[in-house]
């Protein structure tokens, strides 16, 4: 199983990247899958997931309404839309998935079965 995220980069204040994430060796429709980001000297944190069984997506409170997750499964691919940058947002972002993950361990890095490289998305003031 690979993911390859791509998409980030050098971002203004208030820009709209689009970070993307390929995935292969999976059942990418049957998966669910996630973002999570990891800022300098913190820890990694869940930003949004799409659950697999009914396609529900789950975001975090700093996030929600800002960023979209979506996924085309024709072409087994994990977008995430981001919104009004805030410097806050500086992190390296990974997507991550897993066919046997709980509800309840959505946003524990440690239940999530595969991980793409991560993709540095720096947001400058």
């Known amino acids: 199983v690979q993911l390859q995220a791509s998409g980030g980069g050098l971002v203004q204040a208030g820009g709209s990247p689009r970070l993307s994430c390929a995935v292969s060796?999976?059942?990418?429709?049957?998966?669910?899958i996630a973002w999570f980001r990891q800022a300098p000297g913190k820890e990694r944190e869940g930003v949004a997931c799409?659950?697999?069984?009914?396609?529900?997506?789950v975001y975090s409170d700093s996030v929600k309404g800002r960023f979209t997750i979506s996924r085309d499964n024709a072409k087994s691919t994990l977008y995430l839309q981001m919104n009004s940058l805030q410097p806050e947002d500086t992190a390296v972002y990974y997507c991550?998935?897993?066919?046997?993950?709980?509800?309840?361990?959505?946003?524990?890095?440690?239940?999530?079965?595969?991980w793409g490289q991560g993709t540095q998305v720096t947001v400058s003031s």
């Open positions: 991550a998935a897993s066919r046997t993950i709980i509800h309840s361990n959505l946003g524990v890095p440690s239940a999530w079965d595969y």
């Open positions: 060796g999976l059942t990418f429709g049957n998966s669910a």
């Open positions: 799409i659950v697999s069984d009914n396609d529900d997506t």
